[in-house]
């Protein structure tokens, strides 16, 4: 009889579940290490701060030519950039401008906070 033939035939030992190495004492000054040994802080904000809020400003994509593109979305034509994609529409995609890393403006979040009100007023009547 090989014994070797009953432990291909056992279930695996099921994995111990994971613990952090530290308690979390103040959730608002959280400290990791990443599996190359880099150690991060996370700072939340504190309880009831309110936090800003944008659409994506890039979306990359791969062309009918096989190209690499990413190309800069102001705000409120995420899903118009989207529908494009979806329906291969090329040429209509090609008319954004390229992404360089144009960032956020003030501007930016306050149309979006604007977009999200108006949405809320049209599903509470």
Known sequence: MDPNKDKAKAEPEPE?????LTKITDPNNVFYTDENGVKY???????GTRLKGADANSMSYTDDKGVQKEIYLPQGTVKTAWDHLENERWD?????EPYTGQGYTEEDFKAYEESHKQAEAQENK
Not at 16 to 20: D, F, H, K, Q, S
Not at 41 to 47: E, G, I, N, Q
Not at 92 to 96: I, N, P, T, V
């Open 16 to 20: 111990p579940p994971l613990v952090p």
């Open 41 to 47: 802080r996370v700072l939340l904000p504190p309880p």
């Open 92 to 96: 209509e995609l090609a008319k954004f």
